[in-house]
T-cell receptor, first 110, second 115 residues
Framework: SQQGEEDPQALSIQEGENATMNCSYK?????LQWYRQNSGRGLVHLIL?????REKHSGRLRVTLDTSKKSSSLLITASRAADTASYFCATDGAGNMLTFGGGTRLMVKP | DAGVIQSPRHEVTEMGQEVTLRCKPISGHNSLFWYRQTMMRGLELLIY????????DSGMPEDRFSAKMPNASFSTLKIQPSEPRDSAVYFC?????????????FGPGTRLTVT
């Protein structure tokens, strides 16, 4: 079963606009990670946020975490066509296990 | 470092045949994960190893699936006999174990088609 569920499942925006993806999870976590997957490729780690952090930035990425609501959001500012990909949240479990959500498919139109 | 290496990249086989997928993790990483990705079920963790020892194989769908890690630089995922519903993209990922949390590094995947 999936721990994290992304919303929306698909998102289409114009280049230059901001894209916001949300992730909800069910059980307590120590950290939450976001990954990106280009079509036909493996997943690539974007950012990790710990449970005691509320917000984290990396370049055009901004991640928030609300542990009281068991939710996280990924904001991509000033989107580019190259940002077109699927984005997954992943929550930690026993050992080094990660449980991935179903992903949000983002399309950025030039 | 070349990253996580998987082979083959594509495999087409007939139902009933044995399939072996291979993975070379990033040097120095001591956790290795096998995932399966399909449109219907998303990304599923099949099994993971720490220091070459299988820790959790609860995601392995059936006894037809088996995985080994004979040393720190090599792992295999075997399906015998294969069935059409095994068609999917299989990913291997590796990470550090100690001093976590750590990100996982994914290989390019093996696209398996069973006819």
């Amino acid at each position: 079963s999936q721990q994290g569920e992304e919303d929306p499942q698909a998102l289409s925006i114009q280049e230059g606009e901001n894209a916001t993806m949300n992730c909800s999870y069910k059980t307590s976590i120590n950290n939450l990670q976001w990954y990106r997957q280009n079509s036909g490729r493996g997943l690539v780690h974007l950012i990790l946020i710990r449970s005691n952090e509320r917000e984290k930035h990396s370049g055009r990425l901004r991640v928030t975490l609300d542990t009281s609501k068991k939710s996280s959001s990924l904001l991509i500012t000033a989107s580019r066509a190259a940002d077109t990909a699927s984005y997954f949240c992943a929550t930690d479990g026993a050992g080094n296990m990660l449980t991935f959500g179903g992903g949000t498919r983002l399309m950025v139109k030039p | 470092d070349a990253g996580v290496i998987q082979s083959p990249r594509h495999e087409v086989t007939e139902m009933g045949q044995e399939v072996t997928l291979r993975c070379k993790p990033i040097s120095g990483h001591n956790s290795l994960f096998w995932y399966r990705q399909t449109m219907m079920r998303g990304l599923e963790l099949l099994i993971y190893f720490n220091n070459n020892v299988p820790i959790d194989d609860s995601g392995m769908p059936e006894d037809r699936f088996s995985a080994k890690m004979p040393n720190a630089s090599f792992s295999t995922l075997k399906i015998q006999p294969s069935e059409p519903r095994d068609s999917a993209v299989y990913f291997c990922a590796s990470s550090l174990q100690a001093g976590g949390p750590h990100e996982q590094y994914f290989g390019p995947g093996t696209r398996l088609t069973v006819t």
